[in-house]
């Protein structure tokens, strides 16, 4: 009785293929909605997620990061400029730029523009850095949320 | 506007809108969210406290 052959070549074939696919098509493919929820969430804290309808997460994400910002700003937080300096303040900056609609807001009604030298200027510069911090994190969940990553 | 806040109160403030960012971004479920986030609340305030004890032992 003849053993039944496999065509090894011809396996090796659709291993190949299949490996072609899996470069070729990512798990996760860039939706127009994965870049566009981010910008949206970065400019407006938690729109992202509202935009994906996760209502309830964009709106506590809102109500978290302008707190944040408002709480800073009335502890007399400094926002940075853009600046080409120091390391801690262009860091500062970055930090600062995350808040999004809020940072312009506060540059074009020259809110923040104070050099006040005491604790608790310093508390409100932080609150004001980590705000903005807090919303690209906010930002990069709702790309993930876009991508399928995460629900 | 000016906030007067105390150390301990902007600490526990931050804390707050910390862990309920950290929460939603970083759990799938509204429970884990929930869970998450008073957890990371929990260890924000109790390293606030353990600072506090650290410094005060250092002190003396």
Known sequence: MAKPTTDKTTDKKTDKSKNAVAVSEPEHPLTTMAVVAP???WLIPGGGHILLKRYGRGILLLVSVVAMFLIGLGMQGRIYKPNGGDILDILGFVGDVGSGALYFLARLMDWGNVMAANAEADYGKTFLIVAGLLNFIAAADAHHIALGKKQ | MTINLSHFSAAVVFALFASVVFGITQR????????????CF????GGVFLAGWVMALIRR
Do not use: C, E
């Open chain 2, 42 to 45: 929990a260890l924000f305030v």
């Open chain 1, 39 to 41: 910008l949206v969430g």
């Open chain 2, 28 to 39: 799938n479920s509204t429970i884990d969210q929930l869970r998450y986030g008073l957890y």
